[in-house]
């Protein structure tokens, strides 16, 4: 297994079942951010699981500057959505967004959570989908921004 730098964090089944365990009973990140600048919830059927990811995010330079979880369902859903917290921070959207499941995936040790792809996925792609909640919702602010300035100047005002 390796972490988001490259470097090999775990060398055995045993080591990333313990990884597994020890993100499930002291997860990181656990709880809400109020307010936060971006928001999902992300489920998955088959097993009951559910996660609520919130993020906070610099405006300026679009790094993940804090990322929670709220959630319940299986030990691999929640173990993930605690790591997908920390594999995402001080990451900007861009670099998030060109992650995979996959990359979550080798993290958790592909072996193991092999039958549970959903589970071990729902975390990442609950974080990805509150970026692009992010993302469509500044568009939207920009358009409704680039509409005012319009409507001034047509109106005769001056904008610098």
């Known amino acids: 297994m390796v972490d988001g730098t490259g ?3 775990v060398s055995s089944r045993q080591d990333y079942i313990d990884f597994i365990l020890d993100h499930y009973e002291n997860p990181r990140n656990r709880g809400r951010l109020d307010p936060a600048d971006a928001t999902a919830k992300g489920g998955n059927p088959g097993c009951g699981d559910i996660v609520v990811i919130s993020l906070n995010i610099d405006p ?3 790094v993940i500057t804090e990322a929670r979880f709220e959630g319940e369902g299986c030990t691999i859903s929640q173990a993930a959505a605690s790591a997908a917290t920390e594999m995402i921070a001080g990451k900007t959207i861009d670099e998030i967004l060109e ?3 996959d990359d979550l995936v080798e993290i958790l040790g592909r072996d193991l959570v092999s039958g549970r ?3 071990a996925t729902l975390g990442i792609h609950t974080v ?3 970026l692009r909640k992010y993302q469509a919702a500044r568009r939207m602010d920009q358009i409704e ?3 005012v300035v319009d409507q001034g100047r ?3 005002l001056e904008f610098e």
């Open 60 to 62: 300026e330079t679009r």
């Open 99 to 101: 992650m995979s499941g």
């Open 145 to 147: 921004a680039d509409r």
């Open 154 to 156: 047509e109106l005769g």
């Open 117 to 119: 792809i959903r589970c």
């Open 128 to 130: 990805r989908a509150a």
């Open 7 to 9: 470097e090999a964090l």
